[in-house]
Antibody
Framework: QVQLQESGPGLVRPSQTLSLTCTVSGGSIRSVGYYWSWIRQHPGKGLEWIGN???????YYNPSLKSRVSISVDTSKNQFSLKLTSVTAADTAMYYC??????????????WGQGTLVTVSS | QSVLTQPPSASGTPGQRVAISCSGSSSNIGSNTVNWYQQFPGTAPKLLIYNNNERPSGVPDRFSGSKSGTSASLAISGLQSEDEADYYCAAWDDSLSGLWVFGGGTKLTVL
């Protein structure tokens, strides 16, 4: 059973960089055909895909966040990470990591982390 | 404003059949498969339906999905109190450089 666990600061100052890590257990992040995503949910709102990465390092981002987002992978630690720069209060959200089973049009998110709440405030 | 459109709320009584709609466009639902996620308060979303109408292992067959053109639907038959949750549809969108898009979510209340 694949498990994902987010970790990182719960409070980030405005204009600073939000950094989160997702640790994968019960399976290898190098598994062929699986991508690893970050998704966020603003309080009381719907879901927003931030981006994802393949174990090779190829990353794909939501165009609306692309200028501020970077996703990286550390296969030796079975982890992938999110960096979001120049944060504002609008980036306050629950951040989830999830596994993409397959790519693009015929894919889904089959495993999710429990989520971590990040608040942007001074 | 979500790319996929869902009704904000739905309701039914135990035993009833309820359907939740999800409307999109040719660049998302019209050309890609639809997934549905179930989310209880304070928990992460859970994959409920994938590839338009497939159920992951462990999901009761009371849940079913369908797709036609640029719209999709989640049906729950034999409604139970434990089905009260938020439901989200999702699909890949081929516009721009491609991205995942979600519906705004439907809160299902079991009366």
């Amino acid at each position: 059973q694949v498990q994902l666990q987010e970790s990182g600061p719960g409070l980030v100052r405005p204009s600073q960089t939000l950094s989160l890590t997702c640790t994968v257990s019960g399976g290898s992040i190098r598994s062929v055909g699986y991508y690893w995503s970050w998704i966020r949910q603003h309080p009381g709102k719907g879901l927003e895909w931030i981006g994802n990465i393949y174990y090779s390092g190829s990353a794909y981002y939501n165009p609306s966040l692309k200028s501020r987002v970077s996703i990286s992978v550390d296969t030796s630690k079975n982890q992938f990470s999110l960096k979001l720069t120049s944060v504002t209060a609008a980036d306050t959200a629950m951040y989830y990591c999830a596994r993409n089973r397959g790519w693009s049009g015929e894919s889904d998110f089959d495993y999710w982390g429990q989520g971590t709440l990040v608040t942007v405030s001074s | 404003q979500s790319v996929l459109t869902q009704p904000p709320s739905a309701s039914g009584t135990p035993g009833q059949r309820v359907a939740i709609s999800c409307s999109g466009s040719s660049s998302n639902i019209g050309s890609n498969t639809v997934n549905w996620y179930q989310q209880f308060p304070g928990t992460a979303p859970k994959l409920l339906i994938y590839n338009n109408n497939e159920r992951p292992s462990g999901v009761p067959d009371r849940f079913s999905g369908s797709k036609s053109g640029t719209s999709a639907s989640l049906a729950i038959s034999g409604l139970q109190s434990e089905d009260e949750a938020d439901y989200y549809c999702a699909a890949w969108d081929d516009s721009l450089s491609g991205l995942w898009v979600f519906g705004g979510g439907t809160k299902l209340t079991v009366l």
